[in-house]
């Protein structure tokens, strides 16, 4: 067994989630696209929403978005991943990094998804392709934010039942991964982990209040909050979440 140690560079208060698309074949050729501030699985998109996209007819940030399309005589699926506006970029490797790269971003990745088909032996047991590389690295945003995604469990097929009578077998392809997002503008994926929790909770409320605004908020001085709440300073809304 080897160990490997390593620096630690400068470090910031990132935001924790991940993405996940999923795609049935009644959904081929469509959109979905995912915003790192609001969670949950990939929303549908259309066509002519993608510069401005709506959840529940609400307007929403797309960080990422991506196109499935299923090509049943070639059993496969093409799938095209872009980052969510014409300014941002994608980056895919197989190294850890703590800071994301400042170039070599492309504006978008294709990746070919084979699928077994109905009457292949044992069709339910799907198929699952590596990604290009382990991790995407994401630049989004017209005021950029940088994300690490971890991409180490690839994309995945099998059959599922159909959304229309429940019984007929169609395609489902979906991929996903935890994601590390520094809202802020920096570079930064180094995490601050040792943070006070009332802190951490603070400082949420805060990237959550800009966002509302459609602002990117400002990066905070650590060292400082971390000082001032040891010594009592920081408000009392630092101890709980707001509920709204």
Known sequence: ?????????????????????EFSEEESGTYKGD?????????PMKTEELDNPKVYGEPVVCDLRAKATYHPKRKLWVVVIEP?????????????LYEAPATGY????????PCK????SNPNWGIETPSPGKYLYLRSRKEPIYSRINMENGFKTHFTTSSKDKKTLVQEMWFGGAA????YGDRILEEA???PGPLRLKLMDEIDEA????????????????????RGGASSGDSKRRSN
């Open 84 to 96: 969510g506006n014409p300014e941002g970029g994608i980056l895919v490797s197989d190294e850890l």
């Open 211 to 230: 966002h509302k605004r459609g602002v990117r908020p400002v990066a905070p001085d650590l060292e400082k909050r971390v000082a001032e709440w040891r």
């Open 193 to 195: 982990t040792d943070l």
């Open 106 to 113: 492309q504006p978008g990745l294709t990746i070919q998804v």
């Open 1 to 21: 067994m080897v160990f490997r140690l390593r620096k630690k560079g400068p470090e910031a208060f990132l935001m924790s989630g991940g993405v996940h698309f």
């Open 35 to 43: 915003s790192l501030f609001r969670g949950g699985r990939g929303f």
């Open 117 to 120: 088909g109905p009457k292949d």
């Open 180 to 183: 590390k997002t520094n809202p």
